[in-house]
């Protein structure tokens, strides 16, 4: 893998943890029960997505 490549894999990887964390912090504020339960779909999403990239590496 060429640096460059491991250099966009290594962006993807903090773009997603940026994701997941603002999902998981939006989920533990919302009161409705359908946002709170969409927010954390949206935060299991990034991390399956967090861990293949990783994966990748």
């Known amino acids: 893998m060429s640096p460059k490549e491991l250099l ?3 962006d993807a990887l903090g773009h997603s943890q940026f994701l997941m ?3 998981r912090t939006a ?3 919302l009161s409705d029960p359908a ?10 999403t990034n ?6 990239f990783l994966n990748l590496m």
């Open 47 to 52: 991390q399956k997505l967090f861990n293949q």
């Open 35 to 44: 946002l709170r339960s969409q927010a954390q779909q949206l935060a299991n």
């Open 21 to 23: 964390t603002q999902c």
């Open 8 to 10: 966009y894999i290594e």
């Open 27 to 29: 989920a533990d504020q």
